[in-house]
């Protein structure tokens, strides 16, 4: 089944304490992309890669880092973790970003930093 | 960027057609229009993509007018299982053919028995 998995599902943590979302895509897509979900502001583009070793800074990338060292990978590192990092997070991956508007979503990981 | 604006809910019934209006008043002459339909903790799924005029898949129809500036996404028929926020975007083409979704506030729609 074609899909784009997030692990883990649910994670609690605390401040400080360095962390990894993993995204992977089964459909050899090039563009992935996190976002995350706040509410009353939508999703926000966090971090894209429009395909192996090439990353790019997205709409709100403070305190985040990402890796596309495979092309079906790509990681959200956490290094230090605060609470205003709390939120749904979304991985999302398309054939190429010339076809970006069509995005295959994950069903997401609620992080919460305490 | 070009900025969407919708109502942020509607109600609806079963077995009714339900039409969720979308203004983009700065849509650009490469913008296409998007949208979305997300349930509760899941990741949104794409529904329907247009440029003009018509376009209508197995879910839904999207109406787009002549100018552009506004559409119209059109669900059939409504079940309570189309209960979920749906988010019109117009994407933002950048040089090297990158799309960029922007997702705005969305419209929630309620479909109720």
């Known amino acids: 089944e074609a899909q784009v998995t997030q692990n883990p599902r649910y994670l609690i943590t605390v401040t400080g304490k360095k962390l990894t979302v993993t995204c992977s895509q089964n459909?050899?897509?090039?563009?992935m992309s996190w976002y995350r979900q706040d509410p009353g502001l939508g999703l926000r583009q966090i971090y894209y890669?429009?395909?192996?070793?090439?990353?790019d800074k997205g709409d709100v990338p403070e305190g985040y880092k990402v890796s596309r060292k495979e092309k079906r990978n790509f990681p959200l590192i956490l290094e230090s973790p605060s609470p205003n990092q709390t939120s749904l997070y979304f991985c999302?991956?398309?054939?190429?970003?010339?076809?970006?508007?069509?995005?295959?979503f994950g069903p997401g990981t609620r992080l919460t930093v305490t | 960027l070009a900025k969407t604006t919708q109502p942020i809910s509607m109600d609806s019934y079963e077995g009714q057609e339900v039409n969720i209006t979308c203004s983009h008043n700065?849509?650009?002459?490469?913008?296409?229009i998007t949208w979305y339909q997300q349930f509760p903790s899941q990741g949104p799924r794409f529904i329907i993509q247009?440029?003009?005029t018509k376009v209508t898949n197995e879910v839904a129809s999207l109406f787009i007018p002549a100018d552009r500036k506004s559409s119209t996404l059109s669900l059939p028929r409504v079940s309570l299982s189309d209960t979920a926020v749906y988010y019109c975007?117009?994407?933002?083409?950048?040089?090297?053919?990158?799309?960029?979704?922007?997702f705005g506030a969305g419209t929630r729609l309620a479909v109720h028995p």
């Open positions: 247009g440029y003009k």
């Open positions: 700065n849509i650009a002459t490469n913008d296409y």
């Open positions: 999302a991956s398309s054939p190429s970003a010339g076809t970006g508007y069509e995005q295959y």
């Open positions: 459909m050899n897509h090039e563009y």
């Open positions: 890669s429009m395909n192996v070793e090439v990353t």
């Open positions: 975007l117009v994407g933002v083409t950048f040089s090297g053919g990158y799309n960029k979704l922007i």
